[in-house]
């Protein structure tokens, strides 16, 4: 299988860490927006999106990157690290899944796990989250990436 992660990764390299240990199990390449080769995403089996979230929301250079991509079609999956749980009622991943979805994607799926955060007032404190990722982070991700990669279905 061919898998390539798209990773926006800006503040404490948390959301890469989560990529490279996906694409160990994925043996995907992991770029940034700006590195993606539209060429090779068309190619890929498999497409990874994922990113830190800023205030409830994924980062715009990876959003940015989806908006723009042409109408195609394959298989994706969203990821996401954040110092603050995910909300029931408004998951940040969600607009990011349905502009994939109007761009022809099937996703298979979205993983997050907390990360350090220091934005906005949590900076005031040293942040927040400071030992997250964590091992246990990680394997869970690694797991979420062993499930996609095989085809155990939709996995959250």
């Given at each position: 299988?061919?898998?390539?992660?798209?990773?926006?990764?800006?503040?404490?390299?948390?959301?890469?860490?989560?990529?490279?240990?996906?694409?160990?199990?994925?043996?995907?390449?992991?770029?940034?927006?700006?590195?993606?080769?539209?060429?090779?995403?068309?190619?890929?089996?498999?497409?990874?999106?994922?990113?830190?979230?800023f205030?409830?929301?994924?980062?715009?250079?990876?959003?940015?990157?989806?908006?723009?991509?042409?109408?195609?079609?394959?298989?994706?999956?969203?990821?996401?690290?954040?110092?603050?749980?995910?909300?029931?009622?408004?998951?940040?991943?969600?607009?990011?899944?349905?502009?994939?979805?109007?761009?022809?994607?099937?996703?298979?799926?979205n993983?997050?796990?907390?990360?350090?955060?220091?934005?906005?007032?949590?900076?005031l404190?040293?942040?927040?989250?400071?030992?997250?990722?964590?091992?246990?982070?990680?394997?869970?991700?690694?797991?979420?990436?062993?499930?996609?990669?095989?085809?155990?279905?939709?996995?959250?």
């Amino acid at each position: 299988m061919k898998a390539v992660i798209v990773c926006a990764s800006v503040s404490h390299g948390n959301t890469r860490r989560v990529a490279d240990c996906m694409a160990q199990v994925l043996g995907a390449k992991v770029v940034s927006p700006e590195q993606a080769d539209l060429a090779e995403l068309a190619d890929a089996d498999l497409v990874g999106f994922g990113s830190g979230v800023f205030y409830q929301r994924l980062h715009p250079r990876l959003t940015d990157f989806v908006k723009a991509l042409p109408t195609g079609r394959g298989r994706a999956f969203v990821f996401a690290t954040s110092g603050l749980p995910e909300l029931p009622l408004a998951p940040f991943s969600r607009p990011l899944v349905k502009l994939l979805e109007g761009k022809g994607f099937e996703v298979d799926g979205n993983f997050s796990c907390r990360a350090l955060d220091t934005m906005g007032p949590f900076k005031l404190v040293g942040g927040i989250q400071k030992q997250r990722p964590n091992d246990g982070d990680l394997a869970a991700a690694q797991a979420f990436a062993a499930r996609l990669r095989d085809g155990q279905g939709p996995v959250s």
